[in-house]
C-alpha cells in the first residue's frame, strides 16, 4: 500500500476484543507430520541440498464478524510487549497485526542494517551447540544478501550472538550492516534480500524449494516484510513478519516455525513451534466458557 501523506497519530483506542475459543484453532500440520517433515529436512541437509531450512506450519481459526484489530493489538501491547507492532486495518477486506521481536532491514540514507534471530529456549533455558550454529549460519547468509547490495568492504557483523529476553522465551540475536551501493534502488534492495533469511534457509533458493514441497499451507503476511518504507527520506524500518495474526476471509492465521539443521531433533523442534505460539494464542483467544 502507497500513501501520499503519512502524519504522527496515536493509536486508536480499541474496543473489546473477542477472539477464537482455544479449541477452534487448528494447525497446517500436526505433531506427527511436522516431525515426518523436519526428518525429510535433514536428509536433504545430508545430501547437502541445504544446510538449514526454516520448516513452518500455520494455524488458523474461526473470526467473529466485527472483530476490532486495534483491540487485538492493544491486548499483544499488554500481555506481549514487541519492539515491532502495530496494525494494517484493511477495513472489510482484513488485517494483520504484528508483535515481531525481529528487525528485517533499517535503512537511514545509505547505511542498512538487519537483525537476524536464530536459537530459541524458555526464558533463562540453556541455548545450545545447536542454536549457535542456527545463528551463525544465517548471519552468514543476511551477510551475503547485503553484499549483493551494498558497495564491497562495507558489510560487517557489529554483533553477534547476543542473547535477548522477549516475553515468554529468549532469542539469539546477531547484527549486520552495510552501507548502500550508490544508485542501489528498493527495488534492488528487496531483491537482494527478501525472503528474510531467518524464515527462509541456506541455500535460500534450494531452502524457499524445499519448504514450498514440505508445507501445506501458504504463509500469507507470516515471514514477510512488515513495516514502514519513506522513499523520499531513503528511510526505512521493516519488520520480519514472526509473530503476527493475519485475518483475511472471516478466518484469523498464526504462523509459527523453527530452524532445522543436521542437529535437530524432531520433537524438540515441535515443542519449539509451540513455545514461541503458545503465548500469543492465549492472549488472542478467548477464556474457556466465555461467550
Known sequence: WRFGRVRPAAPPDGGSWVGPAAEEW??????????????????????????????????????????????????????????????????????????????????????????????????????????????VMITDLVRNDLQRACRPGTVEVVSLLAREAHPGLDHLVSTVRGRLRPGTTWADLLRATFPPASVSGAPK?????????????PRGPYCGGVGWVDARRGAAELAVGIRTFAAFGGVLRFGTGAGITWGSDPQEEWEETELKAARLLRLASRAPGAP
Open 205 to 217: 533458493r534450494a531452502a524457499l524449494d524445499a519448504l514450498a514441497a514440505l508445507e501445506a499451507a
Open 26 to 135: 487448528t494447525s497446517s500440520a500436526d505433531r506427527a507430520t511436522y516431525t515426518a517433515g523436519v526428518g525429510l529436512v535433514r536428509e536433504l541437509v545430508r545430501a547437502g541440498v541445504v544446510y538449514q531450512a526454516n520448516l513452518c506450519r500455520v494455524l488458523e481459526a474461526p473470526l467473529r464478524p466485527g472483530a476490532d484489530p486495534w483491540a487485538l493489538a492493544a491486548r499483544l501491547r499488554e500481555g506481549n510487549e514487541a519492539p515491532y507492532s502495530g496494525v494494517l486495518d484493511l477495513g472489510d477486506e482484513g488485517f494483520v497485526v504484528p508483535a515481531s521481536p525481529e528487525l528485517f532491514l533499517r535503512r537511514r540514507g545509505d547505511v542498512v542494517e538487519s537483525g537476524p534471530i536464530k536459537g530459541t529456549a524458555a526464558p533463562g533455558g540453556p541455548l545450545g551447540p545447536k542454536d549457535v550454529a542456527e545463528n
